[in-house]
């Protein structure tokens, strides 16, 4: 392959394990010895994201594409990225921008083309919706805890003066047995007519 400079490629987050798969297969067809492949994603490929400008490794790339899990609490950003989402928390971004630098070796300018169409190729999982965080993950925030503790008081309190006004709850206490019929009580409380 012959230099040609830096390229940049739009792609969807969803797309980006394609990309990193595209990259390593066009080096090896390109017959770039391993630890050359190793060098090229370290120093020559970056994502980053269209909107807030974080950045996402070759390596990082790398981890995302070939599955690797990091513990819990590890790694937030390929968290993330995994489920769809910018890398930065916060951030409502779909979009990233592969930039591939300069190097001897590597014609980006043909890769940059194919990886235009793995990027335009639909993705196997649909794009996650704005709003689609599980209650597992909102349980998580402080501030969640503080609401849902708050809710949980105010009906202790609701149920409690249900209570104390002589209220009942249904199928659980029984109707009363006496009722007072309104027409025997006069207007002036407590006389009987």
């Not at 390929?78 to 630098?101: F, K, Q, V, W």
């Not at 993705?123 to 996650?128: G, N, V």
């Not at 597992?136 to 008081?153: D, E, N």
């Amino acid at each position: 392959m012959s230099q040609s400079g830096s390229q940049v490629v739009q792609v969807r987050i969803d797309a980006l394990p394609a990309c990193y798969q595209a990259i390593l297969e066009a080096l090896a067809v390109a017959e770039l010895p391993a630890d050359e492949i190793t060098d090229v994603f370290k120093h020559y490929v970056v994502a980053e994201c269209l909107q807030c400008g974080t950045r996402v490794t070759g390596d990082e790339l790398g981890q995302l594409a070939l599955g690797n899990q990091p513990q819990p609490d590890e790694n937030q950003k390929l968290s993330r990225l995994r489920t769809g989402y910018c890398a930065r928390s916060g951030c409502e971004s779909y979009y990233y921008r592969l930039i591939l630098t300069d190097h001897p070796k590597v014609d980006w300018a043909e890769l940059a083309r194919s990886l235009a169409n793995v990027a335009a190729a639909p993705a196997t999982t649909p794009a996650p919706q704005k709003h689609s965080a599980t209650l597992a993950t909102w349980l998580q925030h402080p501030q969640a805890r503080r609401v849902l503790a708050g809710i949980a008081i105010l009906l202790a309190l609701l149920v409690a003066r249900h209570f104390m006004t002589g209220g009942r709850l249904p199928f659980v206490h029984k109707k009363p047995v006496y009722v007072v019929d309104p027409a025997s009580v006069s207007p002036r409380y407590g006389t009987n007519r």
